[in-house]
């Protein structure tokens, strides 16, 4: 045999393996399985898992993670109702409307269709140079997801980062190898994830963060060290499109397509925050983006961020995230006037 025809056969046998890994692991509902990496793709895996179908589904970033308590929504839906309702939270930190919509159309196919999708956009998440893209192919893609993805990759972070993601249903087996052979080692972790429901936990016993709290001074180094993050990381180059657009229209099209009731909600920030990362450039795009989609996919949209719910500096732990009393606030407000 040439030698030109066993590199072939070597190269093609590889990419049968990395297949079949793939499939293995989707097989088992292994995408998800990151333990001591990303508790957030975690309680996605601990979601399927559970094989629950919920009547209130919450996906977003850190911001709905930290503003919609599935527990304090289902308090209230329940006493309206007169009958017990069910709320789960699959966020993940930090990743933009693609990384979602991969997650939403995951757990919609694995656990039925939930009637009601709170669906979190704010324009970070909707720009198509989100930083995070790249971790998002590695962490939350399939092949067949990947392949998908191949039209809106466009610079080498992010080919580099779906590279690593072709290889991720090995690791993900290695690791459920483990959790097999040393079962109790996560088990602690897994019971909190499915009991909280996707939810944050917060001790009775931990002060209550409240960013009106802070100093002068600890206020501008705080403001200082969280500029450069937002500005290079989900804000540079801001431009709703590539795979953050795709990944939303795709979630309506799925809402659509199995009579789920989609709503898109922007999140609430605080006016620093605001000035930063949504000037009047940005704020327009959004808005205008926003009415097509509104249009063109009939879907409902909520701004929590105009004054809707009365939020004031006590109720954020810093500039873009709401303590346990601003979550209790929103979660009130969306399950009465939203929900």
């Known amino acids: 045999m040439r030698p030109s025809y066993r590199w072939m056969l070597r190269i093609a046998g590889f990419l049968v393996m990395v297949g079949l890994a793939d499939g293995l692991a989707q097989a088992f509902r292994l995408k998800y399985w990151m333990p001591g990496v990303n508790d957030r793709s975690l309680n996605v895996?601990?979601?399927?898992?559970?094989?629950?179908?919920?009547d209130v589904l919450i996906i977003g970033t850190s911001q709905i993670l930290r503003g919609l308590d599935p527990e304090l929504i289902d308090r209230s839906l329940t006493a309206d109702l007169g009958r017990p309702t069910t709320s789960y939270s699959v966020c993940q930190l930090g990743v933009s409307c693609f990384a979602n919509s991969v997650v939403f159309s995951d757990?919609?196919?694995?656990?039925?269709?939930?009637?009601?999708?709170?669906?979190?956009?704010?324009?970070s998440s909707l720009n198509a140079n989100n930083g995070n893209i790249p971790k998002a192919l590695r962490y939350y893609c399939s092949l067949s997801d990947l392949m998908r993805?191949?039209?809106?990759?466009?610079?080498?972070?992010?080919?580099?980062?779906?590279?690593?993601?072709?290889?991720?249903?090995?690791?993900?087996?290695a690791l459920s190898a483990r959790h097999v052979v040393l079962p109790d080692e996560q088990r602690w972790r897994l019971n909190r994830l499915a009991k909280g429901r996707g939810r944050i936990a917060v001790s009775s016993r931990e002060p209550l963060p409240r960013l009106s709290d802070l100093s002068a001074k600890a206020r501008r180094e705080k403001f200082y060290r969280m500029r450069s993050e937002v500005r290079f990381r989900y804000m540079s180059r801001f431009c709703i499109g590539g795979a953050p657009e795709a990944g939303l229209l795709s979630s309506c099209r799925l809402a659509r397509d199995r009579g789920i009731r989609m709503i898109i909600v922007n999140p609430p920030v605080t006016a620093e925050y605001r000035r930063l990362a949504y000037p009047p450039r940005v704020a327009l795009e959004y808005s205008r983006f926003i009415e097509e989609?509104?249009?063109?996919?009939?879907?409902?949209?909520?701004?929590?961020?105009?004054?809707?719910?009365?939020?004031?500096?006590?109720?954020?732990?810093?500039?873009?995230?709401?303590n346990a009393v601003g979550a209790d606030k929103l979660s009130s407000y969306v399950a009465e006037e939203v929900l």
Not at 149 to 168: D, E, I, K, L, Y
Not at 293 to 310: A, K, P
């Open 45 to 54: 895996y601990v979601y399927q898992k559970e094989d629950v179908t919920p």
């Open 107 to 123: 757990v919609v196919a694995s656990n039925g269709s939930p009637r009601v999708v709170v669906f979190g956009a704010s324009p």
């Open 149 to 173: 993805a191949v039209p809106w990759m466009a610079t080498g972070s992010q080919w580099n980062g779906a590279a690593h993601g072709a290889f991720r249903g090995f690791a993900n087996l």
């Open 293 to 322: 989609v509104i249009t063109s996919e009939h879907v409902d949209f909520v701004d929590l961020d105009r004054g809707v719910v009365q939020l004031t500096q006590d109720d954020f732990m810093d500039f873009s995230h709401l």
